[in-house]
């Protein structure tokens, strides 16, 4: 018998015997008693000519080992930069919040409000999202809901961090002395002493030429000021002027917009570790 991968079927067939004479007469009986009784016994069955099996072979079951999926690289980059915003928010909130203190012990309690509010941000988007995917709405929901309220603190203390540090270094570099400043300042001292020799003796025409020329110098020295606080936060004027040259001027954003922009950002992409962390972890 070859083999193949269909079934096989193996035929057993044993050759039809003659019945003996007491077969013959035992058949017989049977018939005669079966119709004497109405037909209610059935004759025997005829002797089996052939017996035909067939065998067909067990399916080989294959076993199959349960592949864990690897986290991707995208949502690997995400949990990190989640983690890093995370610590970046919370030393910006704990710091702050550690500056309204007016003592040392208000000032610690502070920080450490900020810093669990800030660390209850960063975890509950994660869990809330697990909770809504188990069918726990209403765990789900309290979870945003205590969320929102965190990340609306952590917001303010982030708008505080940047705006005190931003004004800081503005004022800082703003009050610097440029060579200008200090060009303007030599010529409205020399305008100065040059009106008190003149006025000296009474107010005539020439007492009034020098209050005239430092007048002049006096403007030229705000102006001079007025510049180099102007170029404290170039950062702003930079940006106002390219939303002006690509909208050919018809946009014209001031400074000042340019600096809540700013503010905001710095104060919202510190809070948003939670957010990104929960869309790392459901795309892993």
Known sequence: MADHDTASILTLVQPKRAMT???????????????TNGGTEAPPPPPMSGLAVTVTPRPSRSITTPVTPSRSAASIMLSISAFGLGAVGITMNGWFARSLGSTDIAGYLFLAVGVAADCVAL?????????????????????????AVTFAFAVMAGVGFASVNIADVTASRASRV????????????????ARDRECHGGVGKFCREREAAVNERRQALDAAASVASRTADPQTEAASRIIVWLSAGTIKPSEGDFA?????????????????????????
């Open 260 to 284: 809540i922009l700013r503010l905001m950002l710095l104060a919202l992409l510190p809070q948003v570790g939670g957010v990104l962390l929960m869309i790392g972890r459901t795309g892993a």
């Open 123 to 147: 975890a509950v988007p994660s869990v809330a999202a697990l909770a809504w995917q188990k069918r726990q709405r209403a765990t789900a929901l309290a979870g945003w809901s205590i969320w």
């Open 21 to 35: 004479q007491a077969e013959r007469a035992r058949a017989y009986r049977l018939r005669k008693r079966a119709k």
């Open 178 to 193: 440029t060579p200008a400043v200090v060009t303007a300042q030599s010529a409205l001292a020399d305008a100065m002493a």
